[in-house]
């Protein structure tokens, strides 16, 4: 018999959670998030947050978190791989079309923001977009520069409702270039996935993925043999089509995290 979402969560070494949707809608903790959180670090496990948002430097997320008194400190978001795409690269001239979090972060990492011969055009979602900032990055990816995405998702949930997210710029700039990037960092490639395991030194079995959207949490979790529970709140829980999660009956669904605490 199976185990039950319960047991995969206990007897796990380290549980990865998705941040929105799963751990917090609209900024706000959902129901269980922190009581988990305190129950798994009480219990020694690794917990981290793959997250594919790349708006944000991993520190503010940090601080957001503990704010909320949601405990959690090891963050990876997509920012961080694109430092770590481009570390493995030797890039370090980028021309960003992102947000002033993930300009940060690469800086800190000797990256510098250019639109003079810049060695990679990395597109995350920026809601500071501009027609200019589309132009540049057009211009150099037909020039030849590499094309890189932070993330896939191509809404963003807000209050309003879904807005464009990193996706949609991605899909401006093939649009413009008919060019596809050579990777996007993040959820459902394994390039996240791996970076989790390596820097925690863990093996796909010592994990548990915690996710609310089966086209990246879930689908990226079975592509890199990490066991996936879906929670029925965030995206899992207000789209109108739950997608091709229901053909995979092997992930188990719970109603909230309250109900992994033992
Ligand atoms: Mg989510």
């Known amino acids: ?38 129950h798994l670090l009480e219990t020694s496990k690794i ?46 001239k980028v021309l960003v079309v992102g947000e002033q979090g993930l300009i940060d972060l690469l800086a800190e990492h000797g990256i510098e923001w250019t639109d003079e011969e810049p060695e990679l055009v990395l597109v995350g979602m920026d809601r500071t977009l501009t027609y200019s900032k589309l132009a540049s990055a057009t211009r150099a990816i037909r020039g030849g520069c590499r094309f890189v995405g932070t993330n896939p998702d191509t ?7 879904l807005e464009p997210g990193a996706g949609s710029m991605i899909a401006a700039l093939i649009a413009s270039t008919d060019v596809e990037p050579e990777i996007i960092l993040g959820k459902p490639e394994l390039f996240g996935y791996e970076f989790v395991l390596q820097s925690y030194q863990l093996k796909p079995a010592d994990c548990v993925m915690i996710g609310d959207r089966y086209e990246t949490d879930i689908l990226g979790a079975i592509r890199a043999d990490i066991p996936a529970i879906v929670v029925r709140t965030g995206i899992a829980s207000t789209r109108e089509s739950p997608g091709k999660w229901g053909e995979y009956p092997s992930v188990p669904v719970i109603d909230s995290l309250a109900e992994l605490i033992g």
């Open 47 to 92: 917990v981290v947050v793959l997250s594919n948002n790349s708006t944000k430097h991993p520190e503010t997320m940090k601080s957001n978190y503990h704010e909320k008194g949601l405990m959690v400190s090891n963050i990876v978001n997509s920012g961080m791989l694109a430092v770590e795409f481009c570390k493995r690269e030797g890039i370090s």
């Open 1 to 38: 018999m199976d185990p039950s979402p319960q047991e995969m969560v206990s007897s796990a070494r380290a549980v990865i959670f998705d941040s929105d949707g799963v751990l917090v809608e609209e900024g706000a903790p959902l129901p269980g998030a922190a009581d988990l959180i305190n």
């Open 155 to 161: 809404s963003f949930p807000t209050s309003r409702g």
